[in-house]
């Protein structure tokens, strides 16, 4: 951006605007009941998908390494997705706004399960990229 192009009262410290995910069709499926390995089976891109699977491995007590597979999955999705709406690789992804849910929670439970793993750089990574995205999801899933 050159000196010509800004725009009086530009605030220059201003982080990037936050990121708002599109409406994950995976969410009127899950909310119909529907399991998460059809959902996944059917919207293999959903990072809300592939956070509820992982979910719902945890709490059926799946082997950690199971969970942070299905996690880590919800993860690469959504950093997909993300960068198709604008993302530049840093910034606010507010839990506040529901589609970017699906990626908070598989960040989260990334992060959960890395360190159950001893994955000790990884749970310092995406905790500290939780944190960074959103510090209600921070507080909301890892607080």
């Known amino acids: 951006m050159d000196a010509m192009s800004i725009t009086p009262g530009t605030d ?20 119909e009941g529907r399991a998460p390995a ?33 996690a880590r999955v919800g993860y690469h999705r959504s950093l997909d997705l993300l960068r198709r709406s604008g ?11 529901e589609p970017n849910r699906g990626f908070l929670r598989a960040l989260a439970l990334l992060a959960l399960t890395a360190r159950a793993i001893g994955e000790t750089e990884e749970w310092e990574r995406c905790s500290t990229f939780l944190r960074d995205s959103s510090p209600t999801a921070y507080d909301a899933l890892l607080g």
Do not use: C, I, N
């Not at 993302?87 to 706004?97: D, F, S, T």
């Open 38 to 70: 059809d959902v996944v089976r059917r919207l293999p891109s959903s990072p809300l998908a592939w956070a509820t699977l992982a979910e719902q491995a945890r709490d059926d007590s799946a082997d950690d390494v199971t969970v942070y597979a299905y």
């Open 87 to 97: 993302w530049k690789g840093h910034g606010p992804v507010p839990w506040e706004h």
């Open 12 to 31: 220059l410290m201003a982080g990037p605007p936050p990121t708002h995910l599109p409406v994950d069709p995976a969410e009127a499926l899950l909310a």
